[in-house]
DNA sequence: TTAGCACTCATCCTTTTGGGTGATTTACTA
DNA sequence: TAGTAAATCACCCAAAAGGATGAGTGCTAA
């Protein structure tokens, strides 16, 4: 409420200062006249007086006024590489589950045994999984199988 | 800079239009007494004249508050084009070129004895390269190093 | 009921991969 | 100029992966 006026403290203060410098020097130059202009110096305080109360009414009731800037800020967002399986070309592969568990865990970079150990399943089975995935891949190696997997949106 | 005071005519319009239907009303009902009273009349009118006067020079002083508004316009990156790559993590890991490039031709799911044969350089060197490739990457499979690899962003 | 499929496991053998070590050349740097 | 790092290659050995084949079990659809 009274920031607006603390704001031009300094316009309003140095008007006050003029006002004060002009009253002393008639004072100082023209003492003996001041008497005789009283009514001149009461209207001045009055005109000072409420000019500095306009100035102050108008900042308490003047709505601030506001002025928009828009600033367009762009965000690049990286979106979330939702992950769709190819449901067409896993049908088409028919890769039954057991190979798909395979494929994921190989995926990962697990080895053979590793498999084996998590599937609770020897490692000769494994062996058994992992050349049907190629054979319906059509690769002949791990790499290339969790390559064509990855383009084929079998696997993440 | 007259729009300001244009904003406020109202408010000033009322005020004025105020004043004046009590002067008239003065004027009229103590009709006899304004001129014993000429002084009052003059001193409100400076009062009034100045207060008019203070809430213009408000009025014109004030500046207006700027408000900025952020407009937030999101991106989103076409998923194809989001292979970034990890400049950091790629002189952190200290990979030398050749290794790179071994590194490349592996996730394509070449074998040690292709990639040979592309680089023209022997098989053994690849070898050596793939080992120091793992002690980078901290991985002990091939399928791991790839893996860590695309993980990384080194590789799309 | 039987043929087919998925899943399991095994054995034998080959290829690929990985670990370890050492050596040479080249190019750049303190 | 000596030292360092990258790149090259070799040899040996072990582990992992892959190919081929056979075989047992359980479930399902013709």
Redesign the interface.
């Known amino acids: 409420m009274f920031r607006?006026f603390f704001k031009?403290k300094l316009?309003i203060l140095y008007g006050c200062s003029l006002a004060v410098l002009l009253l002393l020097m008639r004072w100082l130059e023209l003492r003996f006249l001041i008497l005789s202009h009283t009514?001149d110096v009461?209207?001045g305080a009055?005109?000072?007086?409420?000019?500095?109360?306009?100035?102050?009414?108008?900042?308490k009731?003047?709505k601030?006024?506001?002025?928009?800037?828009?600033?367009?800020?762009?965000?690049?967002?990286?979106?979330e590489?939702e992950f769709i399986l190819n449901q067409t070309a896993l049908t088409e592969l028919n890769l039954s589950t057991r190979e798909m568990e395979v494929l994921e865990l190989?995926?990962?970079?697990?080895?053979n045994a590793e498999i084996a150990e998590k599937l609770f399943i020897s490692l000769n089975t494994i062996k058994t999984h992992s050349s049907k995935l190629y054979e319906k891949l059509e690769?002949k190696?791990?790499?290339?199988?969790?390559?064509?997997a990855r383009q084929l949106k079998l696997i993440a």
Not at 53 to 59: D, F, H, M, R, T
Not at 64 to 79: A, D, S
Not at 141 to 148: H, I
């Open positions: 607006a031009y316009v009514q009461y209207n009055i005109a000072l007086i409420f000019t500095i109360l306009g100035i102050w009414i108008a900042l009731i003047a601030p006024k506001k002025e928009t800037i828009i600033v367009e800020k762009t965000i690049y967002l990286q979106p590489k190989m995926a990962k970079g697990m080895s690769v190696r791990r790499t290339q199988a969790v390559e064509k």
